[in-house]
């Protein structure tokens, strides 16, 4: 059941371009400010993001004896598709790459904050640093969009992967208070170890294997934040499109986008070889 869910969800979102038509989270944000109300804050938290995840698991517990399981499915769809990343990634890295490529740094920066917000504070005068953050956050957004919610839908079924979403939401929260964050963020960073390290090895299996094994191994230990792991790995699963040493910008330009679309193919190739192994699971 969970590998159809998944093709599900993945023929909606190249329908849709992202699972929007369900991705409301006006609830999530009331949530949030009537949480405020409380003073303790692992209190919040509870209210917040372990009450949602026990309230769908018992739900779905309930239901899943219902007409052969088909309700069970379906809202498990449903879930899944919630969970996933926010927007649409194909056009928003496609606007970046317009900017880009025209030499407009302050567009191409407007749009690379859609992937995400901390882009380095030089962005628009430093073609360099703006590419480097933008890369490591489309390598990022990637993983946490896709990658991270269906393991967690395969592992612990839908609210796992509820869990993952609202977690990622609560670090990145504006009502909250920094220490509801902070824990959030440090929650998440467990949640993403294992997924993580899974598709830096999807990286080495699709791409480069030699060169970025040796680089897997050395992060299988390492507690460095997600977003630096996958794109130390991913980038020794590419050739060197911008080579070290100076190089003329309008090369520049045309090897930096190169590279962003190679990223992007790995991306898709990676993700496709773990569906391939979840399909073989399924069977087994």
């Known amino acids: 059941m969970d590998f159809f869910a998944i093709l599900i969800a993945w023929a909606a979102v190249q329908f849709w ?17 009537m949480a405020l109300k409380i003073p303790a804050s692992s209190a919040r938290l509870f209210v917040v993001f372990a009450l949602p995840v026990i309230l769908v698991f018992a739900v779905l517990w309930l239901i899943s004896p219902i007409l052969f399981g088909l309700p069970l499915f379906i809202l498990s769809v449903a879930i899944l ?8 990634f194909q056009i928003l890295l496609k606007l970046y ?48 969009r896709w990658f991270a919610v269906v393991f967690w839908f395969v592992l612990l079924g839908p609210a796992g992967a509820l869990a993952y979403r609202l977690l990622f939401m609560l670090a990145a929260s504006r009502s909250l208070p920094q220490q509801d964050r902070d824990t959030a963020a440090n929650g998440l960073f467990y949640l993403e170890w294992a997924p993580v390290r899974l598709l830096g090895l999807a990286f080495a299996i699709v791409a480069n294997f030699d060169t970025c094994i040796g680089v ?34 309008e090369q520049f330009v045309k090897s930096a986008a190169d590279e962003l679309t190679a990223v992007q ?4 190739r990676s993700l496709l070889c773990w569906v391939c192994v979840v399909a073989v699971l399924q069977l087994v």
């Open 216 to 249: 897997w191994r050395q992060h299988l230990s390492s507690d460095q934040p997600s977003a630096e792991v996958l794109d130390s790995i991913g980038m020794k699963s590419l050739p060197n499109y911008i080579p070290d040493g100076q190089i003329d910008g």
């Open 265 to 268: 193919l790995l991306l898709s």
């Open 81 to 88: 598709l919630y969970s996933l990343g926010r927007g649409d």
């Open 17 to 33: 371009g992202s699972g929007g038509v369900i991705q409301k989270d006006e609830w999530f944000e009331r949530l949030q400010l």
């Open 97 to 144: 790459l317009n900017s880009w490529q025209r030499g407009d740094l302050e567009g191409a920066y407007q749009h690379g904050r859609g992937f995400s917000t901390e882009l380095c504070d030089s962005g628009v005068d430093n073609a360099s640093e703006l590419h480097l953050s933008v890369r490591k956050a489309v390598f990022y957004q990637g993983f946490e």
